[in-house]
């Protein structure tokens, strides 16, 4: 059970979060193709305007050589928005997005801190438009 001092900086990082995502946050337009009766994609798309902050995290990969491994650190981009501010449907794996330049597709996401406050998407590149 969380104290009292716990709540007011889990309340006060919270609001820090919401006011910069409001305020340094920008619209991002994911897509997603509509599918028919069949369950197949169609021409279609769906756009899902969601207004988040992008961010990257290293993400480490091991390699392993005969006598010794190697580390390579990668950088996965992401965006963190506020579950709070959705109207509509949510990104999931496979929508698509464009960003200065470059196709992006949605490898994941993940609830922050099982809070149901704030939700990271992963994101893949595709390919250099």
């Not at 340094?24 to 988040?52: A, H, L, W």
């Not at 990668?74 to 990104?91: A, E, R, S």
Request: cysteine-free; proline content about 4%; aromatic content about 6%.
């Amino acid at each position: 059970m969380q104290t009292r001092q716990e709540s007011l900086v889990h309340s006060k990082a919270e609001l820090v979060l919401r006011n910069n995502i409001k305020r340094f946050g920008k619209t991002y337009e994911f897509k997603r193709p509509v599918r028919n009766e069949f369950n197949e994609p169609t021409s279609q798309e769906t756009t899902i305007p969601i207004k988040g902050l992008y961010h990257e995290e290293n993400s480490y990969i091991q390699i392993s050589l005969q006598d010794g491994g190697r580390i390579q650190s990668k950088k996965v981009p992401m965006i963190m928005y506020d579950l709070n501010d959705v109207t509509g449907l949510t990104p999931q794996n496979e929508d698509t997005i464009v960003i200065n330049k470059s196709k992006f597709k949605v490898s994941g996401t993940v609830n922050i801190g099982e809070l149901e406050t704030f939700q990271d998407i992963s994101l893949e590149l595709i390919t250099n438009v």
